[in-house]
């Protein structure tokens, strides 16, 4: 099939973000179009009627022609009228940003959970531009015989709408209640959650998988999620059990990414799943340290975390896909911050060790002596601590543990007076 030919089109207000025309390239190639070419028009504001002012969008008809554009892509989420008038000057198919990003989840979304929240968010998307289309009748036909219909046609498709929209809410309602069982049960197991955020493409999937390797090792591939050079490759909340470096075990999370203006539709459809980082001990900020909007992302994915979570749960920010500077910067990695390389399993045990320290505090060894009537105590120890110069004799068995340090009182009792 021949891909859609799009022009992008931005409108760039002095004291606003700029525009990020690559993205929106990225956003548009993932949605399966193809890139012909890109205006951005500065203004001292938005147009209210014609978004980019009609002048433009007057000029942008001609390139419409010229360069045979089948759809032309704003990047900003525009109100029915503003389609409207917009497709009443050009010959193309007229599509915001909110549109290609709703496109986008649409083809990714594999559960069943996340294709209802895509739905419900296309759905509340269209519900206030159902208006553009009533206008839209008159303007052509007009006077008897359109109008009737018309409004009626447009009653009937407000009133499905809204009952398929609460139809959903239902059916969401009852998968929420699926997820709160399982996180309850996590809380029960009393396992910690650390949940990996980011903004799209950061990494995430690749260094879930990555934990995968290191715990599971030659059955690790069942345990994989998808991870792909795409924008938005993980719609989905997966949770995946992990060994710490001292023994206690932690279950990391990848969820879906995060953009610049994420649509609210996506955030409020979303919310079980955005939710989710609510209920994490410990957040990982993931971040591409290749990023050329490194700074704009990072307080992009920052702003969502606390208005997601509210600021309580600590952050460790993590840099990654550090195999692609190495050679130039390797001063840099002596630091304190945490740099990573999911793809090529680098440092993944330095970031574990740091998740472990964040949530369970230091670890210490300790040189026990357990009698042999405690023997079980000793089997627990190797199975889930670090032990080592184990030795066994008539009464017992002597060995150093890596204990953390607030469990250290549990083991007084095997411990000499070497023990700090
Ligand atoms: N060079 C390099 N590439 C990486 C590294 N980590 C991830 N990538 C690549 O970056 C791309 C995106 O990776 P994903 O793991 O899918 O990213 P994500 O954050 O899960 O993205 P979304 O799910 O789309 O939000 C893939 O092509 C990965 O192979 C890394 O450490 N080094
Ligand atoms: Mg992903």
Not at 196 to 217: F, H, P, Q, R
Not at 299 to 309: P, V
Request: hydrophobic share 35%.
């Amino acid at each position: 099939m021949e891909k859609e030919r799009c022009l992008l089109v931005a409108v760039q207000v002095a004291d606003q973000e700029e525009n990020d025309m690559e993205e929106l390239g990225l956003l548009v190639e993932t949605a399966g179009g193809e890139v012909v070419s890109s205006i951005i028009q500065n203004r001292q504001s938005i147009d209210t009627r014609f978004y980019a002012g009609r002048g433009k969008i007057e000029e942008i008809a001609n390139y419409v022609k010229e360069l045979d554009i089948d759809t032309i892509v704003f990047n900003d989420e525009l109100s029915g009228s503003q389609i409207r008038n917009i497709e009443e000057i050009v010959e193309a198919k007229v599509i915001d940003r909110t549109n290609l990003i709703l496109d986008i989840f649409a083809k990714r979304a594999l559960t069943k959970e996340g294709q209802l929240q895509v739905e419900l968010a296309q759905l509340k998307y269209s519900l206030p531009r159902l208006i553009g289309v009533n206008k839209n009748l008159s303007r052509l036909g007009g006077g008897i015989g359109t109008r009737g219909p018309g409004e009626q046609k447009l009653e009937t498709d407000r009133r499905r709408i809204k009952e398929r929209i609460s139809d959903i809410q239902n059916q969401l309602e009852e998968l929420e209640k699926v997820r709160e069982t399982k996180r309850k049960k996590r809380m029960k197991d009393q396992v910690p959650v650390v949940s990996i955020v980011g903004y799209t493409n950061a990494g995430k999937s690749t260094l879930l998988n990555a934990l995968m390797d290191n715990e599971y090792k030659d059955e690790s591939e069942s345990k994989k999620v998808f991870a792909h050079d795409m924008l938005f490759a993980t719609l989905d909340t997966e949770h995946r059990r992990v060994k710490l470096p001292g023994g206690r075990r932690a279950v990391f999370s990848d969820t879906v990414g995060f953009i610049k203006k994420l649509p609210t539709q996506i955030i409020e459809a979303f919310k079980g799943t955005l939710e989710e980082i609510k209920y994490a001990d410990l957040i990982i900020h993931l971040i591409d340290i290749n990023d050329e909007n490194l700074t704009a992302h990072k307080e992009t994915t920052s702003r969502l975390i606390e208005k997601i979570t509210g600021s309580d749960i600590p952050v460790l920010t993590v840099y990654n896909k550090v195999d692609k500077i190495l050679n130039e910067k390797t001063s840099v990695l002596n630091n304190g911050i945490i740099y990573i390389s999911a793809k090529h399993k680098y440092r993944i045990d330095e970031l574990l060790e740091a998740v472990d320290r964040k949530i369970n505090g230091p670890k210490n060894f300790y040189d026990l002596i357990i009698p042999n009537d405690r023997l079980k105590t000793y089997y627990w120890l190797y199975e889930n601590r670090k032990t080592d110069n184990v030795k066994f004799d008539g009464d017992g068995v002597s060995l150093r543990a890596l204990l953390y340090e607030s469990e250290k009182e549990e083991y007084k009792s095997y411990m000499g007076e070497s023990n700090g």
